[in-house]
């Protein structure tokens, strides 16, 4: 189990699973003004997943509201009418509800008293009014000290000094054509260009009557992309705008006259998004090695997408190229995972380089890619195989043993242990070969001459086996036929003619058993057998 983010500023305990803080955390920092809220994502391994953290970041009051200037400097007429409200600089605390700014002070004095207004931002400002009327003979200068405070429990503050000098009179105080200005600006537009133009008039004449125009109580980075034009009132760009870092700027615009009469008016600029960034590919998690026998829709990554473009221009979809045994499937918050989507064959294609491509849809559309190289592991789903099918091997008869007759050669595309091959015999005509020398030498396989004596003389031994089961059974039919009962017969009950003495017994087998020895003579010598049973026994034996 760990953490995935951005910024890793959590950790995981590995044994009790605790999320820990890893790093300091300023919520002010990483969220600004807004209510912060930190997406994480907890990758899980084996199998692979992937779950979703929010941390809320509180928070806490640890900055106090502080004003722009330590001294704000005012003129004001000796013939300004009570009731008569100017403007100052407001406060800004970066810390967010009760915590952030919540009321205005003023030192106690008899000619000034505080009133607190709201922007349409939401901003608080305070207005200065005159309570009695002003004489500058009789005190030129006012010296006030205002305050601002925050809600928080105890209260945080910050104080600005405010310098009044009293002049005379100036009858009427500029007046803007309108409270609040709105614009909408493209963020690709370039520097120099015209957002809107405010104007004041002033009822006064002549010198009481001219207007200068100033920013009033700006951020930093708003006067550093707008520049005013105290004269006219036009604003226009100084630097390239960026929706992704600002979608909008709120400045106040105040017009003073000559006899420091000021009014003020709310400017809200609104920018526009346009598909100025391209998608990123954020890979998470990669699986080391795939197994080739791995199932369809095992997960072997996660990837995330980001574009900081707004609506259809950050709408990312996410592709595969390429005819690759892969693909991906949606999961949440931009997430996505790849699995595998058909067989894998490690002999066949040991590794894959897949590229994803993530396309925006903006007009024009906008797209990035990603490549990562995914290694397929080795099973063992291959047998060995032999090089050839068959061996012959000449041998001479008179090896020693232990000799090296031949070499055989298997082959295993698998790798590692799976590859490795062993051989052993499993089968052998080595006794069928003993039993044929007993029948004649090996012939020395010296030549192709030699070859073809042993297969003759292996020929002419069967020849002989064959022949000789022949003969035997032909005597055996002859034995057979003259054991049939015959008058006068040598072979009945009766006396030969001639010898006149009794038949042995044993007779026949003595006869079948010299026919078999004489068989075993060379083939070319002839011999008869008696074909008469009723002739003379001891010719017939004489003739055999």
């Known amino acids: ?99 952030s700014l919540s009321k205005y002070q003023l030192s106690p004095n008899e000619y000034f008293s505080l009133v607190v207004k709201d922007n349409p931002d939401g901003v608080k400002y305070p207005e200065l009014v005159l309570k009695k009327s002003l004489d500058r003979e009789t005190q030129s200068a006012h010296r006030l000290v205002l305050t601002a405070l925050d809600g928080g429990v105890p209260p945080r503050s910050g104080t600005a000094q405010i310098q009044i000098l009293v002049v005379d009179a100036n009858d009427n105080p500029p007046v803007f054509s309108q409270d609040v200005y709105r614009v909408s600006l493209r963020e690709d ?20 009557a001219e207007i200068t125009y100033s920013f009033l109580a700006v951020a930093d980075k708003a006067q550093h992309v707008f520049s005013l034009d105290s004269v006219t009132g036009n604003i226009i760009t100084h630097q390239p705008l960026d929706f992704e870092d600002v979608e909008r700027y709120t400045m106040d615009v105040e017009a003073k006259d000559r006899g420091s009469l000021s009014t003020r008016c709310n400017v809200i600029i609104e920018i526009l998004d346009v598909n100025d960034n391209s998608p990123e590919i954020i890979i998470t998690s990669l699986s080391s090695q795939i197994l080739e026998d791995s199932p369809t829709g095992m997960v072997v990554a996660l990837f995330k997408t980001r574009d900081q473009d707004s609506r259809e221009n950050g709408d990312v979809t996410c592709n595969l190229s390429g005819d690759v045994p892969f693909k991906i499937h949606s999961s949440s918050n931009n997430y996505y995972k790849l699995v595998t989507d058909g067989a894998l064959d490690r002999e066949q294609t040991p590794e894959y380089n897949v590229t994803i491509t993530a396309t925006d849809k903006g007009k024009p559309p906008l797209s990035s890619s990603r490549s990562v190289t995914l290694h397929i592991g080795d099973v063992n789903d291959n047998a060995p195989f032999f090089q050839q099918s068959a061996y012959s091997v000449h041998v001479p008869e008179n090896n020693p043993p232990g000799a090296s007759i031949a070499q055989v050669s298997a082959s295993d595309p698998d790798l590692g242990p799976n590859g490795h091959v062993s051989y052993s015999i499993v089968a052998s005509d080595l006794d069928l ?86 068989l075993k003579a060379p083939t070319t010598q002839s011999f008869t057998v008696p074909t008469n049973p009723l002739r003379d026994c001891s010719d017939t034996h004489s003739r055999i």
């Open 1 to 99: 189990l760990r953490v995935s983010a951005e910024k890793l500023l959590f950790q995981v305990d590995a044994e009790s699973g605790d999320l820990l803080v890893k790093d300091r955390i300023d919520r002010e920092q990483i969220c600004r003004e807004r209510r912060c809220e930190l997406q994480l994502e907890a990758v899980v391994e084996n199998p692979l997943n992937i779950f979703h953290i929010t941390v809320v970041v509180e928070d806490i009051n640890d900055h106090a509201p502080q004003f722009h200037k330590d001294e704000i400097h005012l003129e004001i007429s000796e013939s300004v009418s009570p009731g008569t409200g100017t403007i100052l600089d407001f406060a800004k605390d970066p810390d967010i509800g009760m915590n």
């Open 189 to 208: 537009v370039p520097p120099g260009t015209s957002v809107l133009r405010v104007r004041a008039t002033d009822q006064d004449e002549g010198f009481n």
């Open 433 to 518: 070969q003993e039993a044929l020398p007993d029948l004649s030498d090996h012939p020395t396989p010296s030549d192709p001459q030699s070859e073809l004596q042993f297969y003759l003389v292996v020929a002419l031994t069967l020849i002989s086996v064959l022949f000789l089961l022949a003969v035997i059974l032909a005597i055996a039919l002859r034995l057979r036929r003259s054991s049939i009962p015959a008058a006068g017969g040598c072979f009945g009950s009766v006396l030969c003619s001639k010898s006149g003495s009794e038949i042995p017994p044993n007779y026949r087998e003595k006869r079948s058993q010299r026919s078999i020895r004489i």
